[in-house]
Nanobody
Framework: QVQLIESGGGLVQAGASLRLSCTAS????????MAWFRQAPGKEREFVAA????????YYADSVKGRFTISRDAAKKSVYLQMNSLKPEDTAVYYC????????????WGQGTQVTVSS
C-alpha cells in the first residue's frame, strides 16, 4: 500500500482559492489514476476529480467543474488540486487516492486535509 501525504488545506472565505498537494512517499510510484475525494460532515465521501498518471484528460464532478483543476507532476510523485471560487459547500475533508490496476478501485488513501470555506 502506498503512503499518500496531503497538505494545503485551511480556512478561507468564499471566493478564495486554495491549492492542495498530495505526494507519495514510495521511491517508485507509478499509478494508473490519481483522484481527489471529499467528505463533508454527515455526508458520504464523494468523488471530486481524477487524472490519468500517463497524462490523459482529467475529469471532474459536476459540482466543481470549471472551478477546480487537477494536475500531476510525475517527477515529484505528486498530484494537485487547484480550487478557485470556493464556496461554503466545498467545506470538507479532502482525500487523495490512487489506483494501480486500472479498475478504478482505490488501493490507497491519504490521511485527509481539512478545507473550510466561510461565507
Amino acid at each position: 500500500q502506498v503512503q499518500l501525504i496531503e497538505s494545503g488545506g485551511g480556512l478561507v472565505q468564499a471566493g478564495a482559492s486554495l491549492r492542495l498537494s498530495c505526494t507519495a512517499s514510495e521511491r517508485t510510484f507509478n499509478p494508473i489514476t490519481m483522484a481527489w475525494f471529499r467528505q463533508a460532515p454527515g455526508k458520504e465521501r464523494e468523488f471530486v476529480a481524477a487524472i490519468s498518471w500517463s497524462g490523459g484528460s482529467p475529469y471532474y464532478a459536476d459540482s466543481v467543474k470549471g472551478r477546480f483543476t487537477i494536475s500531476r507532476d510525475a517527477a515529484k510523485k505528486s498530484v494537485y488540486l487547484q480550487m478557485n471560487s470556493l464556496k461554503p459547500e466545498d467545506t470538507a475533508v479532502y482525500y487523495c487516492a490512487s489506483n494501480h490496476d486500472g479498475t478504478g478501485n482505490i488501493d490507497s488513501w491519504g490521511q485527509g486535509t481539512q478545507v473550510t470555506v466561510s461565507s
